[in-house]
């Protein structure tokens, strides 16, 4: 549209706007919403019998709107010779009572007090980027000068975040009471409509400076005003409202299925974070039945970190069995509490019904999807900080399958779940001397008081990864007979809930495992939650893992068979998020191989986005270790690498040796003979046939 500016400077040039109405002619020019759009909230703070003062008024009609209602008091003032002339032609004989005058509004000629408010509709904005500033300035002192007190200031806005922090300061400074509706509106269909929602702000003056700034936000004209507490709490909620209309004029006009936005919806009194929304559309060519236009899709809680629910692949496939042109996949958060799924769909109905994809039919009904029909479970059982990974929480969740599983969760990055481990009632009795292979009904959710009659079943391995590991020590030789009796010692990097390291030492004969654990509050709600026990053959030593090695290196000897890293990078800008990269330099790694037995096994649980950086890795380690079995964990970026110093026992990309066969047997068995009051829950033979060598 050639008529608007080129840049934000052009709207404070009184050329500009001179040429801008010479071209523009008779339209009128509605910017910002027509009088249609405005009248609810202008009517609300501007009383028929007010004198106002109309700054920068344009060829708008909104003054004549208002005239033609009942505002017979308005003054229009404007820079422009044009515009005043034609408004006062255009108006001459239909509304003799309404003037048009050409003043500089940083200038006028009015006494003090003498209007009971100031109507500005874009002119803040096209004055607020000339000058740094300074010409808004000029302007909104002049307003505050001839408004009276218990006036107001109504400001039709774009809210650019330069704009509406010089206003706003401006009046908190001053004293005066601020208050910012945003106007959603419907987005228009012409190519040139705004996507932005327009913004009205209303500033009140008081006889006496208000000595703590009254801060108030509002939806739509009529919505709650919700109070801040700083200038900078407006204008992030600003930027919020405004980031969610460009992302709904972008979801209206057009579908992308290689992208899937997503916005978070915050609770309205607490502002904390209620529903996180991921809009997921189908691609082109797709067979998607007619009438299947959109649906929602509840993630049960608890069920966020799952690759099906987070991950982008995941949800692709998710919207492509669902069936629908568009899917919106909904999370819900911690320490919010939801009733059932019919009040979900209640709160949630209104808002969805923005995110529909375009073309859909009026009043098409929008079925909301769940796994089982119900919102899932989830209890937070403990709360705290720990200094080096920040807040966390413990919390029981109902899975999928409908089995109970305890979590632990650092919240600085909650859609991480850093340990995880099945629950089972202490009452019952799971010795494998009962085995009982007969599907057992899910245990219910329990209620907050009975927790404690839970207990973490350590025979079960919640992370595929650990699974791998254990399954590695076939390459040991573990449980094959002529290692009958023979110690094996493991060095693990890396604590979490103590699931692993307590299950070596539960079933795994004759075993010794030093945990090495850089948190000491790790190490307690391992304890305290997940039923963490060490004794003489579990020991923990606190501290780094790489002073840990280094130090059992100075000593000398040949100390472990297995060494394992299994510890997060808390940098996530890199493409490695485990472990962090100093734990796979080639220094560190000399002192590993130093420190394993002949027949030894460095594991490795390798977490890496960049393949270039895999590469580097895996170069770096085959020099020192020359036979490396890698198993992919299906549905994660998580791969477990087995290395050790023997010749490759296949060629490049071959699967698992036909050798480790039996192997995998003799450690089914043995793992199955071990007397604790749990049975192993793994299939060895299973976790080993993606096994392949690097």
């Known amino acids: 549209m050639s008529l608007l500016p080129r840049t934000a400077e052009e709207f404070s040039s009184a050329e500009y706007w001179e040429r801008f109405f010479k071209k523009r002619g008779d339209k009128a020019f509605e910017w910002y919403g027509d009088y249609n759009s405005l009248c609810g909230v202008l009517h609300k703070y501007i009383k028929v019998q007010d ?6 008024c344009g060829n708008s009609e909104l003054s004549e709107q208002l005239y033609d209602v009942g505002y017979k008091h308005l003054t229009n003032i404007d820079i422009s010779e044009t515009v005043v002339t034609h408004m006062n032609q255009r108006n001459a004989e239909s509304r003799p009572g309404l003037s048009f005058q050409q003043v500089d509004a940083t200038q006028t000629p009015y006494e003090d007090a003498c209007y009971q408010a100031a109507l500005d509709k874009g002119t803040l904005d096209a004055m607020a980027s000339q000058e740094e500033g300074a010409l808004a300035r000029n302007m909104l002192t002049e307003v505050g000068r001839v408004v009276r007190v218990g006036g107001r200031y109504v400001c039709v806005t774009l809210a650019q975040e330069s704009v509406i922090k010089l206003a706003v300061e401006h009046f908190v400074q001053l004293g005066w009471a601020v208050r910012l509706h945003c106007l959603q509106g419907e987005s228009g269909k012409e190519e040139d409509s705004f996507s932005l929602p327009v913004f009205v702000l209303v500033c009140t003056k008081f006889r006496q400076p208000m000595p703590t700034p009254i801060l108030e936000m509002c ?26 209309s460009v992302l709904r004029k972008k979801l209206r006009t057009g579908t992308d299925a290689s992208s899937n936005l997503s916005l978070t919806l915050c609770h309205t009194k607490t502002g904390l974070p209620r529903y996180t929304l991921t809009v997921q559309d189908c691609p082109p060519g797709a067979k998607v039945q007619r009438s299947n236009h959109f649906a929602i899709f509840i993630v049960p809680q608890g069920s966020e970190t799952a690759w099906l629910y987070c991950s982008s692949e995941g949800q692709k496939q998710l919207a492509a069995s669902a069936n629908f042109r568009r899917l919106v996949i909904v999370a819900m958060h911690r320490n919010q509490e939801y009733t059932d799924m019919q009040a979900v769909q209640a709160e949630l109905s209104p808002m969805v019904m923005d995110l529909a994809p ?27 900080v720990s200094e080096l990974s920040g807040e966390y929480c413990v919390e029981n969740i109902k899975g999928e ?23 089972v009632s202490s009452k019952t009795t799971s010795s494998h001397k009962k085995r009982n292979k007969k599907k057992t009904k899910p245990a219910a959710p329990p209620t907050t008081t009975s927790s404690s009659s839970l207990s973490v079943d350590s025979g079960f391995l919640c992370c595929a990864h650990h699974e791998v590991m254990v399954a590695g020590l076939t390459v040991l030789g573990v449980g094959a007979p002529e290692s009958k009796d023979v110690p094996v010692s493991v060095l693990l990097v890396g604590l979490g809930g103590g699931g692993l390291p307590q299950f070596l030492r539960d ?12 948190d000491a509050v790790v190490l307690e709600v391992a304890k305290e939650w997940f039923g963490f026990r060490p004794d003489d053959c579990l020991t923990v030593t606190l501290g780094d893992g790489l002073d840990r090695i280094c130090a059992l290196e100075k000593e000398g000897g040949c100390f472990f068979d297995v060494i394992m890293f299994d510890v997060d990078n808390k940098d996530s800008t890199v493409g490695m998020s485990c472990p962090p990269g100093a734990f796979v330099e080639t220094s560190i790694l000399q002192k590993v191989c130093s420190l394993l037995t002949p027949r030894g096994i460095f594991m490795l649980n390798l977490v890496c986005r960049d393949s270039a950086l895999r590469n580097s890795v895996l170069q770096r380690i085959s020099t020192l270790f020359p036979s490396i079995l890698s198993r992919k964990i299906e549905g994660e970026v998580n791969e477990v690498l087995l290395c050790s110093r023997g010749g490759n026992q296949a060629s490049d990309g071959a699967r698992i040796p036909q050798s480790l066969n039996q192997a995998a047997k003799n450690l089914q068995s043995c ?24």
Do not use: C
């Open 507 to 518: 079933f795994v004969p004759s075993v010794t495992v030093e945990v090495v654990e850089l």
């Open 358 to 384: 375009p073309g859909m039919p009026a009043n098409q009904q929008v079925p909301f999807l769940s796994v089982g029909g119900d919102l899932g479970w989830r209890e937070e059982v403990s709360r705290g």
């Open 51 to 56: 004198q106002v003062l109309v700054v920068g």
């Open 401 to 423: 399958d409908g089995e109970l599983y305890r979590r632990l969760v650092f919240l600085s990055n909650a859609a991480l779940v850093q340990s995880e481990s099945r629950l």
């Open 671 to 694: 793992l199955s003979s071990s007397s604790s009051d749990h049975r192993p829950h793994i299939d060895i033979a299973e976790l080993l046939k993606d096994l392949k060598v690097e």
């Open 219 to 244: 939806l739509g004209e009529d919505g709650a005003p919700t109070r801040l507490t700083q200038v900078s709490e407006l204008l992030s909620a600003v930027r919020e409202h405004q980031a969610y």
